[in-house]
């Protein structure tokens, strides 16, 4: 995600790093040549029909409330992300609390806390689709991402230790439950996070936005042929700037795990986990992660 200062007077006209205007620029240019070209008929060749302005207002003003509608949809889906990821920071915290008081075998110890270490990184990357790294592996994640599901493998191992400890007497009754109970939580976050990337936004919300913006703004000269004249290409211009960057915006809010100016940070998450499990493991704890270019990833 940006992380950057409020935006100056040079950052708003010209900064491009988390802006969606270079994916939106061929259909700015697009209608605004389209535009150009309706002037210059209407103006040298043939006169062409002016549509109403008031009619085409209540059109526009119906669209930006079906775009805001749909941003606010997004939104929450990106927010309820942010929430599930800090949900998941909080369980590593307090689980390597609750090992530290009822685990008192070190080795078993850092065994539970590296696997859930391993486990928020093997989370990250189920949910970006990509490859095991060098983050996830440093903790154990190597041997965890040939199981089907990674992050299930990961928390059944901490599972796994936790009942060996019960086994040979290490860890009490009262202690497994907390830490089961502790497992769960996490297994709640990390299913919330699934549901999100599996269900995204229905289909037909994309497809009607996109079509009933194109249609807008194809007939949108027409109206601004008459009053606007050779203004009206600038102006379509701007009406297609805020019209499709407002739906790219919400493209990439309703997908909250990519790796986008809008995406959730989830590598800065992880290294917060491992900044607070480090000193239990008798590790130094690594620097938080930084931005780069403005961007957090």
Same mark, same amino acid.
């Given at each position: 995600?940006?992380?950057?200062?409020?935006?100056?007077?040079?950052?708003?006209?010209?900064?491009?790093?988390?802006?969606?205007?270079?994916?939106?620029?061929?259909?700015?240019?697009?209608? %605004? &040549?389209?535009? #150009? +070209?309706?002037?210059? *008929?209407?103006?040298? =060749?043939?006169?062409?029909?002016?549509?109403?302005?008031? !009619?085409?207002?209540?059109?526009?003003?119906?669209?930006?409330?079906?775009?805001?509608?749909?941003?606010?949809?997004?939104?929450?889906?990106?927010?309820?992300?942010?929430?599930?990821?800090?949900?998941?920071?909080?369980?590593?915290?307090?689980?390597?609390?609750?090992?530290?008081?009822?685990?008192?075998?070190?080795?078993?110890?850092?065994?539970?806390?590296?696997?859930?270490?391993?486990?928020?990184?093997?989370?990250?990357?189920?949910?970006?689709?990509?490859?095991?790294?060098?983050?996830?592996?440093?903790?154990?994640?190597?041997?965890?991402?040939?199981?089907?599901?990674?992050?299930? %493998? &990961?928390?059944? #191992? +901490?599972?796994?230790? *936790?009942?060996?400890? =019960?086994?040979?007497?290490?860890?009490?009754?009262?202690? !497994?439950?907390?830490?089961?109970?502790?497992?769960?939580?996490?297994?709640?976050?990390?299913?919330?996070?699934?549901?999100?990337?599996?269900?995204?936004?229905?289909?037909?919300?994309?497809?009607?936005?996109?079509?009933?913006?194109?249609?807008?703004?194809?007939?949108?000269?027409?109206?601004?042929?008459?009053?606007?004249?050779?203004?009206?290409?600038?102006?379509?211009?701007?009406?297609?700037?805020?019209?499709?960057?407002?739906?790219?915006?919400?493209?990439?809010?309703?997908?909250?795990?990519?790796?986008?100016?809008?995406?959730?940070?989830?590598?800065?998450?992880?290294?917060?986990?491992?900044?607070?499990?480090?000193?239990?493991?008798?590790?130094?704890?690594?620097?938080?992660?930084?931005?780069?270019?403005?961007?957090?990833?």
């Amino acid at each position: 995600m940006i992380v950057r200062d409020k935006p100056g007077l040079w950052s708003l006209l010209f900064a491009m790093r988390g802006s969606v205007l270079p994916k939106i620029l061929p259909h700015m240019l697009g209608f %605004a &040549a389209y535009s #150009a +070209i309706l002037v210059a *008929v209407d103006h040298l =060749v043939y006169p062409l029909p002016h549509l109403d302005g008031a !009619a085409f207002t209540v059109f526009g003003i119906a669209l930006s409330l079906f775009l805001g509608f749909r941003n606010n949809a997004a939104y929450d889906r990106w927010w309820e992300a942010r929430k599930l990821w800090g949900g998941l920071l909080a369980d590593i915290r307090s689980l390597t609390r609750e090992a530290d008081i009822s685990v008192p075998d070190p080795g078993a110890r850092a065994r539970i806390l590296r696997l859930a270490l391993a486990f928020a990184h093997l989370h990250r990357l189920n949910l970006r689709r990509l490859p095991l790294d060098e983050a996830a592996a440093n903790w154990g994640g190597a041997a965890l991402s040939r199981a089907p599901h990674p992050p299930c %493998a &990961a928390l059944d #191992a +901490i599972g796994a230790e *936790v009942a060996r400890g =019960v086994r040979e007497g290490t860890i009490d009754g009262f202690g !497994a439950r907390t830490l089961a109970t502790r497992l769960g939580t996490m297994a709640l976050n990390q299913a919330g996070c699934e549901r999100i990337l599996s269900t995204p936004l229905p289909y037909v919300y994309s497809l009607l936005i996109f079509r009933t913006v194109y249609v807008y703004c194809l007939l949108l000269p027409l109206v601004l042929v008459g009053p606007a004249g050779w203004v009206a290409p600038l102006l379509s211009a701007m009406v297609a700037y805020v019209f499709f960057g407002l739906a790219e915006v919400t493209e990439e809010l309703a997908h909250p795990f990519t790796i986008t100016g809008n995406g959730l940070p989830l590598d800065a998450i992880c290294r917060a986990a491992e900044i607070a499990v480090s000193p239990h493991l008798g590790e130094p704890a690594p620097a938080p992660l930084a931005p780069v270019n403005y961007f957090l990833g």
